[in-house]
């Protein structure tokens, strides 16, 4: 028994944010981002009453219907996040909610810009030891909600959307979910982080004055670490596999920065056209971009292409995933 991806589903807020628009912002220019990220664009969800469950349920509805799967059958909804609704209840309770699925146990799951693949692990997880049959892995992220836009560093890196998957068993060999390698490390806090609203330093009005309740990056420890952690998961799980750059149809990496795609596709060995990327006009949707690409995408699989994904975020924690297309 294997676990297969059977269905997948995007959605994107019609709100724009442009290098133009941000310009009039913060002090920045349309050469200075596109020159070092490589965004022209991103998606913002403007409903200040709206959060990452919206959007996490605008997917799993899109998704539903795609794949002819009716609400009740769905047993579990795992939602990846780093921008939930609220401290509690859980986003994937609301999107539970939302989408009717009246017979799933839901729960959150945080691994921060690596959370996809690590909700899809535990998918397969469930899928292959026979305790479920169908499970929904959603990823849905407010980034706008924890940005500031003051911040020229960070502010034109991140945009709003979300996607998920539906997960089944599979008997046929070859195909679907076949590994994955996952690490972290704690040094990574200091670099990516929000400083106040958890335990350790709870929401007062001098935090939020001090910006301390908005998303920090200290953009150069990241781009290090993000280029070697996602080249060396990456090569890890293609040589367990036995894979070549020439047998995988496309490297799917988180689109985090498109100078850090770059890097690392070309010290694995990967031209450009075997990597897909949409950065240019979604942004960094953290835990929601690799998903969202590969739906973007899905025009180009085909049942049998070998995809590698590979995500790096917060913490650090970074992996990759291999998987045989079976759609």
């Known amino acids: 028994m294997n676990a297969r991806i059977s269905g997948i589903a995007s959605y994107l807020p019609d709100g724009i944010l442009d ?3 941000l310009s009039q912002m913060v002090d920045t220019n349309d050469e200075w981002i596109m020159t ?7 998606h913002i969800l403007r409903d200040t009453d709206k959060g990452s469950s919206y959007m996490g349920i605008q997917a799993v509805n899109k998704l539903l219907e795609s794949t002819g799967t009716k609400p009740e059958e769905v047993e579990v909804l795992i939602c990846a996040t780093s921008n939930p609704d609220y401290r509690f209840p859980s986003t994937g309770s609301v999107i539970c909610y939302g989408s009717n699925l009246k017979n799933a146990y839901s729960y959150d799951m945080e691994a921060a810009c690596a959370g ?3 909700a899809l692990q535990e998918a397969r997880a469930y899928v292959c030891s026979g305790i479920y049959k169908k499970v ?3 990823a849905a ?3 706008s909600s924890m940005v500031n836009y003051k911040d020229r560093s960070t502010c034109p890196l991140f945009g709003d959307g979300a996607a998920a998957v539906l997960v ?3 008997e046929e060999e070859g195909v679907g979910i076949r590994d994955a390698v996952f690490h972290v490390d704690g040094i990574g806090r200091e670099h990516l982080l929000m400083v106040a609203g958890g335990s350790v330093k709870p929401t007062t009005h001098e935090t939020v004055d001090a910006g301390e ?3 920090f990056q200290d953009g150069r420890a990241v781009y290090k670490h993000a280029v070697m952690d996602m080249l060396t998961s990456t090569l890890d799980v293609m040589k367990r596999n036995n894979l070549t750059a020439e047998d995988v149809k496309y490297l799917v990496p988180h689109q985090a920065n498109l100078r850090i795609i770059e890097a690392v ?9 075997k990597v897909l990327t949409n950065i240019e006009h979604t942004g960094n949707t953290s835990a929601a971009s690799i998903p969202i690409c590969l739906d973007e995408y899905k025009h180009l699989l085909k049942k049998g292409d070998k995809l590698v994904l590979t995500a790096f975020g917060a913490g650090f924690t970074w992996g990759a995933m291999y998987l045989v297309w079976d759609i």
């Open 168 to 170: 089944e068993p599979t």
């Open 36 to 42: 070092r990220v490589g965004i022209k664009k991103r």
């Open 19 to 21: 290098n133009e628009m």
């Open 116 to 118: 996809f693949l690590v």
């Open 213 to 215: 309740n908005m998303l």
């Open 141 to 143: 992220e407010k980034m």
């Open 136 to 138: 929904v892995v959603v």
């Open 265 to 273: 596709a070309d010290r694995a060995k990967f031209p450009m056209d």
